[in-house]
Structures are given as structure tokens and as C-alpha cells.
């Protein structure tokens, strides 16, 4: 089976005019930033292949996107300048980083010659989370034709994501196309055993995804601090551990869906029990009985390794969230199990697919991103995917096909 194989009906950068036109990009470049420097550059590389090829067909760039929750005002440790220069040293080519969102200098930057300009922060402007009409006719006449390629924005309907689309014609950008085709392929056309790897630490986030997978995986593998809510509704003692009361019923009710329709939920049997999620506190590997008044921080190696042998024997893996508190070493040792077994799996030839957000965090800071066939650049619009709803991003562009 081949990655890619469901087909998206999105209108595709090929069939976009661009030669000689300003291209409006609105890409997802909300990195992480550390004393004014970008920690991890996985979303600004992820954009790379797009902004190449639209330079390459003779674009002029536009290039906006949000980074933090500014809420509209105006933030100095929230200014997109060193995505500006990190961009500019990635597509060896100069980038005019502006300190404005719209305006005549914003204008009059765009007609310039530039070949590329970046605007300023977009929640820098109340007008972009409100999806004021005003604000995205602003953007759109800075340009001639519109990509999205921001996935992880693209579950949200605001001005540079839903206002745009309508007003210019409009494609999606490789990243944003293989996004919804890879995630697409998790609900449409699966290759048996297809196991679902859930961590993370709400399992009222997750809820959704597992009722709509319900009806196309063969197991469902939980860890994380989620687990204990789980663990906690089937009638386990899970000490300090915490459980989300207020969905104790509802996840009784799934977990009863998923026996009737013969899906495996695997859950923890052995946990580090700790005193504290902070590094240093007493903790050690105990059954989960034997937890007291601790916390569960992370699996047990007992857990990991029956995850990891259903895990080897899938065919398809969806993964998302960690099994712990990976941030810390003393409780990524559950994290790393799962992680190496899902890259053995991609070895053998198994579709993995890891969901963005802590996920895709845990791959890169234990050097594996590459252990996945497809690793999403989107946490929550990975999710509402994956739940079976449409993205009001994704819907924007499809307009164009209707």
C-alpha cells in the first residue's frame, strides 16, 4: 500500500497561477522561541517544499502566520523576525521580515520587487481570530492568489485561513495536502491490524478520536496520564493519579462500545509511582495496585513491552501522546519504548502515522522523527480530523471544487 494513496479533492498548487503573481502563503510557523531564538525549526522546514516550488514558478511571496496567542496586541517576544531569518537562511534568498501586519508599508512592500516577505505576528491584529471580513479583504489585496499550507491552523475559521479562500483563487500547499491525505487514509482505507496509540495527558481530548476509530481499529493502546481515567472508571485504585471524574460515565459507555464491536483497549498494569512530576521526586516501577497515594508519571516496562508487541504486529499505527511525563528522563522510559517499537514496525513496512503536538515534540527530542511514515505538524487539527469532522480550513478550499 502506498503512502498518499487516498485521493483529497483540495485544488492542487499545480493548477494555481502563480508565474509573475504575488502569492498570499498562509503557512504554520509557530515555533518555539527561547530568549528570542527558535528552539525547534520542524515547522519552518515543514513549509521549505512549498515556498521552493512557488519561487521556483516564478512566484512572489507573501509569506503570514501566527506564532503564540498574542490575543490581538501587540507582543515583542512574540514577532515573527527570527522566522524571518531562519526562513531566509533555509531558502538561501533575502526575506524582508515586516513589523506590520497590513498598512501602506506592508503594501508598498508587496509591490515591490521582494521575492519574499514575511508579515508581521497575525494575532498581532484582533481581525484575524475574529475573521473580521475588513481585515481579510486587507490581506487578500496584498496578493493575486492564495495557498494554505498551514494544517495546524487550519481547525481554526480565522481571517488568514477562511477569509482569504473566498476572496482569491486559491490551492493547498503540499504540507497541508498530505496532511489530510495521510490522516485520511487512517479513516479510510486502513491495512489490518490498525492500532491506535493514545497518551497525553486529557482523555476528554481523545474521546472523540476513539469513538470515531472505533469502527476501523483492531486495538487501542492507552497510556499517559489519560490511562488513569480510564483505569479509574473500570474500578482501579490509581492513588494521586489524575482522572477526570466528570467523564467517568461517557468512558464507560466507549469502553463497552469497543468490546461490543471486539476492539482491544489495553491499558497499564504496571506504572513509576511518584511523589512528585517534578525531577528528582522518589519514584519507582510498581504494579498498579501497589501505587498508594502517588501519581502515575510514566508505563511500567511490563506495559511497554505487551504495547510494543501489538504494536510490532500492526500494519497500520496511528500514534498520540506520550506514555508519560517524557520531558523528564526519570519518566520517558514508556515514551521511548513506544517510540522504537513504532519505528520497527515502519521498518517492517507498516503505515505509522504520529499526530503532532507532544508527539511529534517526543520524536524530535529523542532523534526520531524519521521512525514514522507521515509525522503531522498538527496537534489539535490532527485530532478534529481524525474525530471525522471537516476543518473549516480544508472546507474553505474545497469550496473551490464545488
Known amino acids: 500500500m502506498n503512502a498518499g494513496h487516498t485521493e483529497s479533492p483540495l485544488p492542487n498548487l499545480d493548477d494555481l497561477e502563480v508565474e509573475g503573481r504575488r502569492v498570499l502563503v498562509r503557512a504554520d510557523l509557530n515555533v518555539p522561541l ?13 513549509s521549505l517544499p512549498t515556498l521552493q516550488k512557488l519561487l521556483e514558478r516564478g512566484a512572489r511571496l507573501v509569506v503570514c ?5 498574542p490575543q490581538g496586541k501587540v507582543m515583542e517576544e512574540l514577532r515573527l523576525a527570527p522566522v524571518g531569518r531562519r526562513l531566509a537562511e533555509l531558502l538561501v534568498t533575502d526575506v524582508l521580515a515586516l513589523e506590520e501586519v497590513i498598512g501602506e508599508e506592508v503594501e508598498r512592500a508587496c509591490a515591490s520587487d521582494a521575492e519574499v516577505v514575511v508579515l508581521e505576528n497575525l494575532r498581532f491584529e484582533p481581525g484575524e481570530e475574529a475573521n473580521d471580513a475588513d481585515f481579510a479583504a486587507a490581506l487578500a489585496g496584498l496578493a493575486q492568489a492564495y495557498v494554505n499550507d498551514a494544517f495546524g491552523s487550519s481547525h481554526r475559521a480565522h481571517a488568514s485561513v477562511v477569509g482569504v ?3 482569491l483563487p486559491c490551492a493547498a500547499g503540499l504540507l497541508l495536502s498530505r496532511e489530510v491525505a495521510e490522516l485520511e487514509r487512517l479513516l479510510e482505507d486502513p491495512e489490518p491490524p490498525f492500532v491506535a496509540v493514545l497518551g497525553g495527558a486529557k482523555v476528554s481530548d481523545k474521546l472523540g478520536v476513539i469513538r ?52 482491544d483497549v489495553l ?44 504494536i510490532a504486529a500492526a500494519r497500520t499505527v496511528l500514534w ?3 506514555m508519560g ?69 480544508v472546507a474553505a478550499l474545497r469550496k473551490e471544487r464545488n
Do not use: C, W
Not at 234 to 260: F, K, P, Y
Not at 269 to 285: C, L, N, Q, R, Y
Not at 334 to 341: D, L, M, P
Open 212 to 263: 470515531n476509530l472505533l469502527e476501523r481499529v483492531d486495538s487501542v493502546v492507552v497510556g499517559g496520564a489519560m490511562a488513569f481515567t480510564l483505569l479509574a472508571a473500570q474500578g482501579h485504585d490509581v492513588g494521586g493519579s489524575r482522572v477526570e471524574h466528570d467523564r467517568l460515565d461517557e468512558i464507560r459507555s466507549t469502553l463497552e462500545e469497543a468490546e461490543a464491536r471486539g476492539v
Open 165 to 167: 479562500p473566498a476572496l
Open 325 to 393: 511525563i517524557f520531558e523528564i528522563d526519570d519518566y520517558a522510559a514508556g515514551t521511548k519504548a513506544v517510540a522504537r517499537a513504532i519505528a520497527e514496525a515502519t521498518s517492517k513496512g507498516a503505515f505509522t502515522v504520529a499526530g503532532g503536538g507532544d508527539s511529534a515534540a517526543a520524536l524530535v527530542e529523542l532523534g526520531m522523527t524519521d521512525a514514522v511514515s507521515h509525522l503531522s505538524t498538527g496537534g489539535g487539527a490532527s485530532l478534529e480530523l481524525l474525530e471525522g469532522k471537516e476543518l473549516p480550513g
Open 65 to 69: 502566520s501566527h506564532l503564540g496567542r
Open 34 to 46: 527561547e530568549n528570542g531564538a527558535i528552539a525547534d525549526d520542524l515547522r519552518v522546514r515543514a
Open 267 to 310: 491499558v497499564p498494569s504496571d506504572v513509576v509511582a511518584a511523589e512528585g512530576i517534578e525531577e528528582g521526586s522518589p519514584h519507582e516501577v510498581v504494579p498498579l495496585g501497589e501505587i498508594g497515594e502517588r501519581m502515575g508519571v510514566d508505563i511500567g516496562p511490563e506495559t511497554a513491552g505487551r504495547f510494543g508487541d501489538v
Open 320 to 322: 498520540n501522546g506520550p
